[in-house]
Antibody, heavy 123, light 107 residues
Framework: QVQLVESGGGLVKPGGSLRLSCAASGFTFSDHYMSWIRQAPGKGPEWLSYISGSGFSIYYADSVKGRFSISRDNAKNSLYLQMNSLRADDTAVYYC????????????????WGQGTLVTVSS | EIVMTQSPAILSVSPGERATLSCRAS??????LAWYQQKPGQAPRLLIYGASARANGIPDRFSGSGSGTEFTLTISSLQSEDFAVYYC?????????FGQGTKLEIK
């Protein structure tokens, strides 16, 4: 079965950096767009970034563009999110999620989610 | 960006009754609309995509309808495990955007 397991969250000071990881299993990782989504306490989810199966196509939300960087290692079935210049309003649970893709195209809703990792930005 | 507005913010319904949740898009998203369920401490779970198609393993008491700007999630006979927060998400236009959620609570 599909499993997504995030790690790397924690407490970081404003201006600091953190790298999140997501280990995927139960499907052909390289066939799927993957995404990072976050959810601040008491709020709805917020999409952050997509990366194509090959890693060549990447998209970011304006709120994180220039500060966050998504990447993947298909040999390791892993997805990453490098977060720099962190701010208090980046405090949230961060999820990796699999985008729904067929053999020919993708629809950008999220079929499977990991359990999330908490990032707290505070001095 | 397309803004998604959900109503009501909180819905109180008795077990066994029907629940109707609404989602409105600020412009047409055709049928590019998904619904998710989230329980406390858990990740969101996909319920509905394409406005009306149930995801794998979702019971048939969950149904979605609508197109364009107005959408509805209906739960025909509420079970105890259905009390949760529900989010809609449009995926027609960039960026994908979630609504603020409807909390379905026990009356």
């Amino acid at each position: 079965q599909v499993q997504l397991v995030e790690s790397g969250g924690g407490l970081v000071k404003p201006g600091g950096s953190l790298r999140l990881s997501c280990a995927a299993s139960g499907f052909t990782f390289s066939d799927h767009y993957m995404s990072w989504i976050r959810q601040a306490p008491g709020k709805g989810p917020e999409w952050l970034s997509y990366i194509s199966g090959s890693g060549f196509s990447i998209y970011y939300a304006d709120s994180v563009k220039g500060r966050f960087s998504i990447s993947r290692d298909n040999a390791k079935n892993s997805l990453y999110l490098q977060m720099n210049s962190l701010r208090a309003d980046d405090t949230a649970v961060y999820y990796c999620a699999r985008v729904s893709c067929s053999s020919t195209s993708c629809s950008y809703f999220f079929e499977y989610w990991g359990q999330g990792t908490l990032v707290t930005v505070s001095s | 960006e397309i803004v998604m507005t959900q109503s009501p913010a909180i819905l109180s319904v008795s077990p066994g009754e029907r629940a109707t949740l609404s989602c409105r898009a600020s412009q047409s998203v055709s049928d590019n609309l998904a619904w998710y369920q989230q329980k406390p401490g858990q990740a969101p779970r996909l319920l509905i995509y394409g406005a009306s198609a149930r995801a794998n393993g979702i019971p048939d008491r969950f149904s979605g309808s609508g197109s364009g700007t107005e959408f509805t999630l209906t739960i025909s006979s509420l079970q105890s495990e259905d009390f949760a927060v529900y989010y809609c998400q449009q995926y027609k236009n960039w960026p994908p955007f979630f609504g603020q959620g409807t909390k379905l609570e026990i009356k």
